[in-house]
């Protein structure tokens, strides 16, 4: 969904709860790959913005008071781009092997939300939305890829999401 107007940007929060620590032989491939895989999205038709300490990455950023949860939040034109960039190239692989890494969870660990242009949102906005959506299902204060709202915040709109991927962590 575009927006018609460039009044608003799309949040994407992703959280994951790590299988083993980052430093460990289980998670090499997964850490290896994180530098090719953000630099790929910061030069990624319609990327905004991504959250990052001065490592260049999120890894180290609490969320939740959970060490074994990292976060991942970024903000990009619309749905469109977002999609585009997740299901292609380092990160499409990388989400097909997102199980090695990481823990099945049933709680949301995605959440996406509008933004007005310019705001960059924090860790605790972005717990809160997904907080949210835990809490009520998918709104126009915080919703999913599946049922996604415009920036208005009017009627949901579907979105085809590949079957064999999904969009949780």
Known sequence: MTTPDAAYQLAQVNIGRL???LDSPQLKDFVDNLDPVNADADTADGFVWRLQSDEGDATDIAVF??????INMSVWRDSNALTAYMYQG?????LARRREFFER??????ALWWVPSGHRPTVAEAEERLLHLRANGPTPYAFTLRTS????????VSLAVPEDLGCSV
């Open 149 to 156: 709202f415009p920036a208005q915040g009017a009627e949901p």
């Open 65 to 70: 008071g959970d060490e074994w949860l990292i």
């Open 105 to 110: 969870v049933e709680e949301a660990m995605v």
């Open 19 to 21: 299988k083993a620590p």
């Open 90 to 94: 380092r990160h499409r692989e990388m």
